[in-house]
């Protein structure tokens, strides 16, 4: 079953504009991480935050996780045409370990020229 | 270095029929996780392996699904009497262990069509 939702469903914007995705999530976690999926591609690795961090930047990337609100946001500035692809939270849960994540459904990010 | 392969990657395979899928991890990669993605959803777990030891199957839906990994390197994925309702995308994933926090490592995945 699915970890949460992912906010919004599907978000189109245009190049050099920011985009900003949201994650919520049900149980408590030990990290929450971010991926990317291309057409066809498999997922890529973005970022990583663990649940004692609040913040956290990579590149053009900038992660948010607030464990109270169990919601997290994505925020990719200065967006290229590159960045067009499907973003998914995935959490790896308290109970459980392991490390297997959860997924959420995912944000279709389309960006235009 | 090389990433994580799965092969074939596609399958299309008759309803009743038996398919095995394949994952070959990251060199030196303990943990290995299975994963299934239906269209327009995220991935879902399945089951991941420490070492050779399945340490958790409980997102196996039934039991005509079973994996191994007999060396702690590759990884087969068994579906046995395939019905309409598994055609999916079967990904594999490796990381360094599952104590982590750890990266996991996804290959491109093995899309399966049951007709």
């Known amino acids: 079953s699915q970890q949460g939702e992912e906010d919004p469903q599907a978000l189109s914007i245009q190049e050099g504009e920011n985009a900003t995705m949201n994650c919520s999530y049900k149980?408590?976690?030990?990290?929450l991480q971010w991926y990317r999926q291309n057409s066809g591609r498999g997922l890529v690795h973005l970022i990583l935050?663990?649940?004692?961090?609040r913040e956290k930047h990579s590149g053009r990337l900038r992660v948010t996780l607030d464990t109270s609100k169990k919601s997290s946001s994505l925020l990719i500035t200065a967006s290229r045409a590159a960045d067009t692809a499907s973003y998914f939270c995935a959490t790896d849960a308290v109970t459980g370990g392991g490390n297997k994540l959860t997924f959420g459904t995912g944000t279709q990010l389309k960006v235009e020229l | 270095g090389a990433g994580v392969s799965q092969t074939p990657s596609n399958k299309v395979t008759e309803k009743g029929k038996y398919v095995e899928l394949r994952c070959d991890p990251i060199s030196g990669h303990t943990a290995l996780y299975w994963y299934r993605q239906s269209l327009g959803q995220g991935p879902e777990f399945l089951i991941y392996?420490?070492?050779?030891?399945?340490?958790?199957d409980s997102g196996l839906p039934n039991d005509r699904f079973f994996a191994v990994r007999p060396e702690g390197s590759v990884s087969t994925l068994k579906i046995q009497r395939t019905e309409r309702g598994d055609s999916a995308v079967y990904l594999c994933a490796s990381s360094l262990g599952d104590r982590g926090p750890y990266e996991q490592y996804f290959g491109p995945g093995t899309r399966l069509t049951v007709t």
């Open positions: 392996f420490q070492g050779t030891g399945a340490a958790d």
């Open positions: 935050i663990r649940s004692n961090e």
């Open positions: 149980t408590s976690i030990n990290n």
